[in-house]
């Protein structure tokens, strides 16, 4: 099965990755197909560095770990 997700989901299981966010976007990303458009990623990175510029490595660490389809 293939899953889109907004900004907001990646965002919360990005900062908590043990609440039931994290834990079903890890469920998604193990077991079916994660699918991220150009404007999710796009928006992604705005929202991230304008709310949490003092995570930034945490940002790139989490998206080059993160498996999905475009």
Do not use: W
Request: net charge neutral.
């Amino acid at each position: 099965m293939r899953v889109m997700v907004d900004a907001n989901i990646i965002i919360s299981a990005g900062l908590f990755p043990e609440s039931i966010v994290g834990k079903t976007l890890e469920h998604i990303v193990k077991n079916e197909s994660l699918v991220l458009c150009k404007y999710t990623l796009e928006e992604l990175s705005e929202v991230f560095f304008k709310k949490f510029p003092k995570r930034v490595q945490y940002f790139y660490h989490f998206m080059d770990h993160l498996k999905y389809d475009g």
